[in-house]
């Protein structure tokens, strides 16, 4: 909270007292909160014990509508994101599913005439409401994209860290060793390190297509995200470096709430606990994955996962 | 399977007799044209190191064109001055246009888009684009020295130039940034980066070479300018390295030497020509290599 002026992220917190704490302050505080606190980054020292005791957040879509100028690709969608769990979204091409997952972290809005109504609430906060700076919120919410692309200026190493040295607003809170820890842990966590620990400060670009995929999420995770949206990651990768990806969404799922826009329903099926099927930027069904596709409530979802259509 | 396979009827893939010759004609039409395009060419290049390399002289870089020229040729002095007036003029030009025009082009590109403003502002640029050049000169003959009262000097033909090379910046920057893949900004603003820094930190440094080279191409152009600097720099014939007066350049320096009755004096333009086109040559080399390095496709 910051009305004390000590920033500090609230996965640092007790879940109890973090529900005190949010019950005590008003709803307009509330709002917005700890988006403003992350703002100010986090408490050096913090580091180093965070990431492995990070966990992820809810994400909560309420009403979610959006638009590209007249059009609306999204149609008014509810959908939970439950912490620590991998959601997969499968639905047919411009059906709204990769609309829907940009919405979560404002990255629709970059989009030329595009906009966004409804709510999306991290944890209890929404991100669409007053007084809330998108650069935190994107933070909070890492994004992998269908291609990798890692920066094509920098090493390995800067990658890595750019997303602490773009964000954080000093060169100074980073100190060599600190950075230097969490690239290591990011890229260890992202299944790279022992591949590329022997060439760090060598490009970027001149990894394999899997491994810069790789890269990409070290370089989300080393900002120690709550949420990481991922949009078709594996869909320019051969089916190896595809598999490597899975595994690794599977153990990252511990730390960081997974959303992950998927064609490829066994892929769907292989990573995610709950499946979401959306059609016409509207959700159809959601439900346990294997639920999902072998009991599917609804007909479209049914014809749609059996290959009628799509 | 195999056993219904119709045969090829012989004679099916032949080439006919009207089809070969419409494309010998073609193809020698095509030749021709690219030679005619190259005579010329070919003809400057002669004449100007025909001529322009038996003007050059050990003395001919080192001295000033003031040696009185109805004696000896070989009194009548280099090109010093203008070769270093050139430099002068070019650098404070590029230094007033390359901020500005990519400037305008990160404007364009990273915020302003698709707005009203936008458009209006590329609208605005094209329109300079085809502005001829010495309409450049007489805007800043009209306002900084009839408009001022005062007299010709350097950096007003500096800013002539600026006013030449700011659209032909603006638009390469913007091309070169328009190149820089989306899902490069996207990622960096996902990463939770604010937009001066991805502009800052990821899009200039990556279409960086690609911007070199815009820049370049525009210097190039700029310092083959005549009429720009016909009444704004003045010409001088000492060397002046005080850009608030009088001070000489290549064109202008083979502008005046063509015009005079002696046969040396001309040759000195010769010399002067075969000098400019090859520092002009030379940074559109270095343009070329550095494009080379580019990481845009």
């Given at each position: 909270m910051t009305a004390d002026g000590h920033p500090s992220r609230i996965a640092d917190v007790e879940p109890d007292e973090l529900a005190d704490k949010l019950e005590q302050a008003p709803a307009s505080v509330r709002s917005g909160s700890r988006i403003a606190a992350a703002t100010?980054?986090?408490?050096?020292?913090?580091n180093e014990t965070e990431l492995s005791t990070h966990k992820g957040l809810t994400v909560r879509l309420q009403g979610l509508r959006a638009f590209y100028g007249s059009t609306e690709a999204v149609k008014g969608v509810d959908l939970d994101f439950n912490a620590n769990e991998v959601t997969a979204i499968i639905g047919p091409s411009g059906c709204g599913k990769s609309t829907m997952v940009r919405c979560i972290n404002r990255m629709h809005e970059e989009v030329a005439g595009a906009r966004a109504e409804g709510r999306v609430l991290l944890d209890e906060t929404d991100i669409y409401g007053g007084g809330v700076d998108v650069v935190a919120v994107r933070r909070a919410i890492g994004m992998v994209f269908q291609k990798p692309n890692p920066f094509p200026t920098m090493s390995i190493f800067e990658n890595v860290a750019s997303g602490l040295r773009l964000s954080s607003p000093s060169r100074g809170r980073h100190a060599k060793a600190a950075l230097h820890a969490k690239v290591e842990q990011a890229l260890r966590s992202a299944g790279l390190w022992d591949e590329v620990s022997d060439r760090l400060s060598e490009p970027g670009a001149g990894l394999s297509g899997g491994q810069q995929q790789r890269l990409c999420i070290a370089r989300s995770l080393a900002v120690d995200p709550d949420v990481i949206l991922m949009d078709e990651p594996c869909s320019a990768l051969d089916p190896i470096a595809t598999l490597k990806i899975e595994e690794l969404i599977g153990r990252l799922k511990a730390r960081v709430t997974i959303v992950i826009v998927t064609h490829n329903m066994q892929q769907a099926a292989r990573v995610a606990d709950r499946t979401a099927f959306v059609l016409d930027g509207r959700l159809v069904e959601i439900g346990p994955t294997l639920q999902l596709f072998t009991t599917p409530t609804d007909s479209r979802t049914e014809e749609y996962v059996t290959g009628k259509f799509g | 399977m195999s056993a219904q396979a119709q045969p090829v009827q012989p004679g099916r893939f032949r080439l006919s007799a009207s089809r070969r010759r419409r494309d010998r004609f073609a193809r020698t039409a095509i030749l021709a044209a690219t030679l005619v395009a190259l005579l010329p060419l070919a003809l400057i290049i002669y004449y100007l190191l025909h001529k322009g390399l038996s003007a050059w002289s050990s003395s001919f870089f080192t001295t000033d064109p003031t040696g009185n020229t109805f004696f000896k040729s070989s009194s009548i002095g280099g090109i010093k001055s203008a070769i270093l007036g050139t430099i002068e003029i070019v650098a404070l030009a590029a230094a007033i246009s390359i901020p500005v025009g990519v400037g305008v082009a990160v404007w364009l590109v990273e915020y302003g888009r698709h707005s009203r403003l936008a458009s209006l502002v590329r609208f605005f640029i094209d329109v300079l684009t085809g502005v001829p050049s010495i309409v450049f000169g007489l805007f800043i003959y009209i306002v900084l020295i009839v408009g001022t009262g005062t007299t010709y000097a350097g950096y007003k033909g500096s800013l002539a130039l600026a006013l030449l090379m700011l659209p032909i910046v603006t638009r390469s920057a913007e091309v070169i940034l328009q190149l820089v893949p989306t899902t490069l900004r996207e990622s960096a603003l996902a990463l939770g980066a604010p937009r001066w820094r991805v502009v800052s930190r990821i899009v200039l440094p990556t279409a960086f070479s690609g911007l070199v080279t815009g820049v370049l191409l525009a210097i190039a152009r700029a310092a083959g300018e005549t009429a720009p600097l016909l009444f704004t720099a003045g010409a001088t014939l000492k060397t002046n390295t005080d850009l608030g007066g009088f001070t000489n350049s290549l064109p202008l320096q083979i502008y005046y030497d063509v015009t005079q009755p002696t046969t040396a004096v001309v040759n000195r333009a010769w010399g002067a020509a075969l000098t400019l086109v090859i520092m002009i040559g030379a940074l559109n080399l270095i343009a070329r290599l550095v494009a080379r390095r580019s990481r845009l496709a």
């Open positions: 100010h980054g986090q408490p050096a020292g913090a | -």
